[in-house]
């Protein structure tokens, strides 16, 4: 779905500009987007596979829940939003806790170019896998796994056919947040 999304500059600055998601691809420009980790207390982490209509990384692992943040909304409110959507899983803003905001350039071909900043939260995981409904336009499939399996199969990108290549030090990265909060 192309939608209107506000345009940041190289150090993650709003610009005062907005643009629609497909003009921003299409031009590389930075925008802000949100990852949402979904841990549970014994170690397991929600992954998503992407739904095959996706443009990019189709049927891949991913985070528990990503998506882009609207034009003028709050960072915080489009996390909350997006769980909702993509997983189901109605939370508030006490149940987020960010961990850091990561710079991402990936070049998909000629003409489309994703340059964001993700704004990347925890999440603990206080339902079952069955209780999480999953947007079947964007998620494909919904799975727990434990915490180093991700870590095996994402440090050195062991597994680059799996996964969504967001880079072994961002993997690491959010590991060792969840690791700290076990």
């Not at 909304?73 to 960010?98: C, F, H, M, P, Y």
Request: with cysteine.
């Amino acid at each position: 779905m192309d939608e209107l999304i506000d345009i940041l500059d190289d150090d993650g600055n709003p610009t005062g500009r907005t643009a629609l998601k497909s003009e921003a691809h299409k031009n590389g420009w930075f925008h802000p987007t949100v990852h949402i980790w979904c841990y549970t207390p014994n170690g397991q982490i929600l992954i998503q596979q992407r739904s095959e209509n996706k443009t990019t990384h189709p049927l891949l692992w991913d985070v528990s829940v990503a998506g882009h943040v609207g034009a003028g909304e709050e960072i915080k409110t489009s996390a909350l939003r997006e769980v909702e959507e993509e997983i189901g899983l109605k939370i508030n803003e006490q149940g987020l806790e960010k961990i850091g905001v990561f710079k991402a350039v990936h070049q998909h071909g000629p003409g489309f170019t994703d340059s964001e900043f993700h704004h990347t939260f925890l999440c603990e995981l206080k339902v079952s896998l069955a209780a999480l409904k999953k947007q079947d336009s964007e998620v494909a499939a919904l799975a727990l796994i434990p915490m180093i399996q991700l870590a095996e199969e994402t440090f050195g990108l062991a597994k680059p056919d799996k996964y969504v290549p967001h880079g072994s030090d961002y993997y690491k990265r959010v590991i060792k947040a969840i690791k700290l909060r076990l």
